[in-house]
């Protein structure tokens, strides 16, 4: 089992800056990739950004370039930076494990509005 807590959402202008924090705890070594998703109103739940335990990372074509995804495995941390925001980037971000290749895990969410 995987517990995620995430931090860091809340308001910002658009163009401004906000950094997301996913803290993993329990089985955590069989953790094979974490990442972002978000879900805006009316919508489906999207893939944003996610890393391997190697490092290697992949992200939506909508956020290339603005975001970016980190993983401190002393801290069992994944992060997500995410610069030049967009009205557009409103939704709630989740935290996401994959765990042992098969099994999904879900943070509670949090709330990122970007509005002037």
């Known amino acids: 089992q995987v517990q995620l807590v995430e931090s860091g959402g809340g308001l910002v202008q658009p163009g401004g800056s906000l950094r997301l924090s996913c803290v993993a705890s329990?089985?955590?070594?069989?953790?094979?990739?974490m990442g972002w998703y978000r879900q805006a109103p009316g919508k489906q739940r999207e893939l944003v950004a996610h890393?391997?335990?190697?490092?290697?990372?992949n992200y939506a074509d909508s956020v290339k370039g603005r975001f970016t995804i980190s993983r401190d495995h002393a801290k069992n941390t994944v992060y997500l930076q995410m610069n030049s925001l967009k009205p557009e980037d409103t939704a709630v971000y989740y935290c996401?494990?994959?765990?042992?290749?098969?099994?999904?895990?879900w943070g509670q969410g949090t709330q990122v509005t970007v509005s002037s």
């Open positions: 329990g089985e955590i070594n069989n953790i094979h990739t």
């Open positions: 890393i391997t335990t190697d490092g290697s990372s």
């Open positions: 996401h494990a994959l765990y042992r290749i098969i099994f999904n895990f």
